[in-house]
């Protein structure tokens, strides 16, 4: 596919389990992009991953917050010990870059990970 | 700090126009992006603006004006597909995306 995928779609999980969601960008985006929105909101920033650089993390709520991107690809962001203000979708984005040559770049949404936390 | 403000609510009739405003303060510009969201489905790009001026698509349309901190986003010949949320979203100069909270836009047959 040429578009970018999240696994899973849907996620129901118990308070306090934890949870790994998945995305695969664009092949070529150097740059990756985790979202959470919640319902009627907007996008909330969570962390960015440009290449091999330190990812921006300034999004994250919490410690229990995590993300890492493989090989400058594949990136999971894992929620530990989730809460019910947790239950949100969270959106993965890629873009060919962040900015370059004076503009910046669209980025592709993925499907989103609907979470719900009980 | 950084703000965008952006109606939360707009209704308008299927083939007329429509303009959704954004109003921005960020720390620095690089940019401003309008994206469409439908209702359960993710974000998807319409339009960048980085120079005043008017940037036209088919039948949508972004301006720009950076000296007033403004933007709009016009919507011609309105579909009922249109009906959707409307996010503005600027790039401030650490390159960071601030996103408004979006419009939601409903068409009236």
């Known amino acids: 596919g040429a578009g970018v995928s999240q696994s899973p779609s849907n996620k129901v999980t118990e308070k306090g389990k934890d949870v790994e969601l998945r995305c695969d960008p664009i092949?070529?985006?150097?740059?990756l992009y985790w979202y959470r929105q919640s319902l009627g909101q907007g996008l909330e920033f969570l962390i960015y991953?440009?290449?091999?650089?330190?990812?921006?993390k300034s999004g994250l709520p919490s410690d229990r917050f995590s993300a890492e991107r493989t090989g400058g690809s594949v990136s999971t962001l894992t929620i530990q010990r989730t809460q019910q203000e947790d239950s949100a979708v969270y959106l993965c984005?890629?873009?060919?870059?962040?900015?370059?040559?004076?503009?910046?770049?669209?980025?592709?949404f993925g499907p989103g990970t609907r979470l719900t936390v009980t | 700090g950084q703000n965008i403000d952006q109606p939360t609510e707009m209704t308008a009739t299927e083939g007329a126009i429509v303009q959704i405003n954004c109003t921005y303060q960020?720390?620095?510009?690089?940019?401003l992006f309008w994206y469409q969201q439908h209702a359960g489905e993710a974000p998807t790009f319409l339009s960048y603006?980085?120079l005043d001026g008017l940037e036209e698509k088919g039948r949508f349309s972004s301006f720009l004006s950076r000296s007033k901190g403004y933007s709009y986003l016009l919507l011609k010949e309105l579909q009922m597909k249109d009906s959707a949320s409307y996010l503005c979203?600027?790039?401030?100069?650490?390159?960071?995306?601030?996103w408004g909270a979006g419009t939601k836009l409903i068409i009236k047959p």
């Open positions: 984005a890629s873009s060919l870059a962040r900015f370059m040559k004076g503009q910046a770049y669209e980025q592709y």
């Open positions: 979203a600027t790039m401030d100069s650490n390159y960071q995306l601030i």
């Open positions: 991953f440009q290449g091999n650089s330190a990812p921006d």
């Open positions: 960020t720390s620095g510009f690089n940019g």
């Open positions: 603006n980085v």
């Open positions: 092949s070529g985006h150097t740059a």
